[in-house]
Nanobody, 123 residues
Framework: QVQLVESGGGLVQAGGSLRLSCAASGRAFSTYAMAWFRQAPGKEREFVAAINWSGGSTDYADSVKGRFTISRDNAKNTVYLQMVSLKPEDTAFYFC????????????????WGQGTQVTVSS
């Protein structure tokens, strides 16, 4: 299995940008589909973006399409989430996740999870 560690969260004003990183241990990283989820206080964890093993396929939640970009660098065992035009409703704890197999958007379909990083967008 892999260990996942997120970084890059912080406080930003509406309209600003952040790039989240997820560093993974393990030599099998390049075989995993990866995803980002987020969870705001009092809400369920929700899908944000996912990317397949090669980076050739991606999927995004409607709420972030056109603003967020997921990418991966298998040589560095790292997946990224570039976030631009941030809105207060993007405020949440962001989690990196991995699964063996193809890209999925369901929270219950992922095998490994990081501890998360906080993103706060002020008005």
């Amino acid at each position: 299995q892999v260990q996942l560690v997120e970084s890059g969260g912080g406080l930003v004003q509406a309209g600003g940008s952040l790039r989240l990183s997820c560093a993974a241990s393990g030599r099998a990283f390049s075989t995993y589909a990866m995803a980002w989820f987020r969870q705001a206080p009092g809400k369920e964890r929700e899908f944000v973006a996912a990317i397949n093993w090669s980076g050739g396929s991606t999927d995004y939640a409607d709420s972030v399409k056109g603003r967020f970009t997921i990418s991966r660098d298998n040589a560095k065992n790292t997946v990224y989430l570039q976030m631009v035009s941030l809105k207060p409703e993007d405020t949440a704890f962001y989690f990196c996740a991995a699964r063996i197999g193809g890209l999925r958007i369901g929270v219950n379909r992922y095998d490994y999870w990081g501890q998360g990083t906080q993103v706060t967008v002020s008005s």
